[in-house]
């Protein structure tokens, strides 16, 4: 009987003790080089109702002139025979009117390992005049790399999620309707290069600097794969020694991913976001002994307009309009005061701030206190 009871309050005990969470290397790390790339290419969307750059964006006017050429379609800029007169009522040729046509920038992004004939998003935002790109198309357009060579292929129709109307000198926007985006828009033309075949080492980048995590990771691809398989560089980066068959390499990577390792704790620390009040405290964060008051200065200010009569025997007089105001400070009643002891942990500060019932405003003051009188030991990001 008594073992069976001291067993079940070990079983207890043992349930209430925080277990590290373990995660798996491919969430903690980043392969050095295996990345997404932008691309960015100009176009011409067609089809709009109306709502294109019209005739006062010169590029969108060279551009359609531009395109039609190489279709063997001569067309001139100007309207010859339809004038327009200007300011000092000299006659001008009248430009062309593209309503329904609008100058474009084009960007998406290729994954890694993208292959020739595979389809990426796009989106698509208006540069000129144009007032919104619901129902137009895109024409095909050359996406670019920052290396200057075309990698992608764009075209489409798009899908614009805002919505513009105007009428009777009133105007209503929902959300923004000169960007759109064409699902899998872009047929890719050209691979990127990739390092995972180049070198006879991968390298993996930990997405957040820590040694302890950085060494826990080594140690774990070595009792796995044998000593000297991975080394740290350094506190964010390690390098493994990879096999140079290339199917080989896939599946070693697959089983390094696969490896679950216990970060290390993250540094104490207590991020504030001055605009909305939000307060984040890290588990790891500790008070010294520290006496925390909290109190606050009412200042009421009340303006009473009154009216000053002119006298009636004053040849000049005016009657004129005073105003008066009456300033008055109140001092918060019965300040309170908490004290925290050494160690304390983030319940205890939680609970002591809770207790008083400090604002989030009022919090973000206390907390600076306690960092420039150096007891929070803590650091203090303000976002």
Not at 164 to 193: D, H, L, Q
Not at 282 to 307: C, D, E, F, P, Y
Not at 342 to 366: F, K, Q, Y
């Amino acid at each position: 009987m008594i073992k069976t009871l001291l067993l079940t309050l070990f079983v207890l005990y043992s349930s209430w003790i925080p277990v590290a969470q373990a995660d798996r290397i491919k969430d903690l790390t980043d392969i050095a080089g295996i990345r997404d790339n932008q691309l960015i290419g100009y176009g011409l969307v067609v089809g709009l109702n109306g709502t294109g750059d019209g005739k006062n964006v010169n590029f969108t006017t060279q551009s359609v002139k531009s395109m039609l050429a190489r279709f063997g379609v001569n067309v001139k800029i100007y309207q010859m025979g339809k004038f327009e007169v200007d300011k000092n009522n000299y006659q001008i040729p009248k430009k062309l009117d593209l309503k329904n046509v609008a100058a474009v920038m084009v960007t998406a992004n290729i994954p890694a390992f993208s292959k020739p004939g595979q389809r990426i998003d796009v989106t698509v935002g208006s540069i000129g005049e144009a007032t919104s790109l619901r129902g137009g198309s895109l024409l095909l357009s050359r996406l670019r790399g920052a290396d200057g060579e075309v990698y992608a292929m764009a075209q489409g129709s798009l899908a614009v999620g805002g919505l513009g109307v105007s009428a009777a000198g009133s105007k209503i926007t929902v959300n923004v309707p000169t960007v759109g985006r064409i699902p899998a828009g872009a047929t890719i033309e050209r691979e990127v290069a990739s390092p995972f075949q180049d070198s006879g080492y991968m390298v993996m980048n930990v997405k957040q600097q820590d040694f302890t995590t950085t060494t826990r990771i080594v140690n774990a691809i070595n009792e796995n794969f044998g000593v000297d398989t991975a080394e740290a560089l350094d506190p964010v980066s390690l390098r493994i020694l990879a096999p140079d068959n290339s199917s080989e390499r896939v599946s070693f990577m697959a089983m390094i991913e696969a490896l679950e390792v216990t970060p290390g704790e993250p540094p104490a620390r207590v991020v504030v976001n001055s605009r909305s009040g939000t307060v984040v405290i890290s588990r790891n964060v500790r008070v010294t002994a520290s006496a925390v008051t909290h109190g606050s200065l009412t200042l009421k200010i009340k303006t009473r307009n009154q009216v000053s009569q002119a006298q009636s025997l004053a040849p000049q007089g005016q009657t004129v309009q005073v105003q008066n105001a009456d300033v008055e400070i109140i001092e918060g009643k019965n300040p309170r005061m908490f004290l925290l002891k050494p160690g304390v942990e983030l319940r205890e500060l939680v609970d002591a701030v809770n207790t008083i019932g400090a604002s989030p405003s009022a919090l973000v003051s206390i907390l600076e206190t306690l960092k420039q009188s150096g007891s929070l030991r803590a650091d203090l990001i303000v976002i």
